[in-house]
């Protein structure tokens, strides 16, 4: 069966007050789709990264009072888990669904990833095409909605962004697409796997650049 998108009661999962009912409505609405997705984007992402990636859907297991604010399915190179890796996501908060690359503070990676954004700073500004600017962001901290406009960085966000990947042990980057929720490109299932291959695409050189 073709992926069907995401529709207006996947994200008002999130404003179901509890963990264990907000748990049941994300397992019974939202983890299918994310499962489904983990396995069609495999393929394409292994040829692209030229070893075989696997995904992993968020469980959440470690919660026992808070109920997730955001859910997703993460691909990494590497079967037993993908946080100490750099990796490609999608998920959602309760406003849009984000497509993004990846460096969180489990991994030893954002060393290499912070001296990469410094030597190809130009590269890195020239990432995302044009006409797209507005839909990328860069974000420091993977629990929190929002970040910055990769039309508004600039250089010195830039620079800021490796300087505390490189030097605070806690840090984390991620870069990628931001889709709000009312955009009809959600609720095509087809179209929406093309840009999220679409985006991978332009996000993988910034993943290279992490090994």
Same mark, same amino acid.
């Given at each position: ?32 789709? +994310? ?9 394409? @992402?292994?040829?692209? %990264? ?17 109920? $997730? *604010?955001? #859910? !997703?399915?993460? !691909? ?7 946080? *100490? ?28 990833? *912070? ?13 995302? $095409?044009?006409? @797209?600017?507005?839909?990328?962001? !860069?974000?420091?901290?993977? #629990? ?10 600039? $250089? ?9 990947? /490189? ?6 980057? +991620? %870069? ?5 929720? /009312?955009?009809? +490109?959600?609720?095509? /299932? ?8 679409? #985006?991978?695409? #332009?996000?993988? $050189? ?6």
């Amino acid at each position: 069966m073709d992926f069907q998108g995401f529709d207006e009661k996947d994200f008002a999962v999130f404003e179901i007050e509890g963990l264990e009912p907000r748990m049941n409505a994300l397992i019974a609405n939202v983890r299918p789709k +994310l499962d489904e997705l983990g396995r069609t984007l495999a393929p394409f @992402l292994s040829a692209a %990264c030229g070893e075989e990636m696997f995904p992993h859907v968020a469980k959440h297991a470690r919660r026992t009072v808070h109920p $997730p *604010a955001d #859910t !997703w399915v993460a !691909w990494a190179a590497s079967k037993r888990g993908y946080k *100490a890796l750099p990796h490609f996501q999608v998920g959602m908060f309760a406003d849009y669904l984000f497509i993004v690359m990846a460096v969180i503070y489990e991994s030893p990676n954002k060393t290499v990833l *912070a001296e990469s954004l410094r030597k190809h700073e130009l590269q890195v500004a020239n990432l995302v $095409p044009n006409g @797209l600017q507005e839909q990328f962001y !860069w974000s420091v901290d993977h #629990t929190k909605p929002g970040g910055t406009k990769h039309s508004e960085l600039g $250089p010195d966000g830039l620079s800021a962004i490796a300087e505390r990947l /490189g030097s605070v042990k806690k840090s984390e980057v +991620l %870069c990628g697409r931001f889709l709000q929720k /009312g955009d009809p +490109l959600l609720k095509d /299932g087809g179209k929406l796997v093309q840009t999220i291959e679409e #985006t991978f695409e #332009t996000l993988l $050189p910034l993943y290279k650049m992490a090994f």
